[in-house]
């Protein structure tokens, strides 16, 4: 990807600096929806939350509906543990009212804690998939 479609300042400096991107405009469910696909093991920077939420502010900027396509694959306890990331993640999503659906893959036992933790802070969480 060139570095002039990047919206995130983080990674116009480096890409690999997070890794929530768009990869479809149209969901199977939902053809109103936009997909979303992150991997938080390719993330250089997920335990900074500022520049996550920031991320995550530029690619949602102006959209609607999206589905987010969560993978866990080579996630170990320091992705587990970014609760206050979760938190904020959780009232972003909430103001921005257009989740509509997390698929969450190659998840470990962990993602369970981790879904909980969600369900305390954003307790109307849109329609989560885990497998």
Known sequence: MATNNIK???CKVNPSNHSFKEINNYSQNNSNARVFYSRPADAKLYKDTKSVIHHFECELLGIGDWEWIFDCEEMDIGHYTQFGLVRELCQL????GGLRRVK???SGWLINLTVRCARLVWPKLPEIQIT
């Open 93 to 96: 999503f909430a103001l921005q």
């Open 104 to 106: 969450i893959i190659n």
């Open 8 to 10: 995130c300042a983080f």
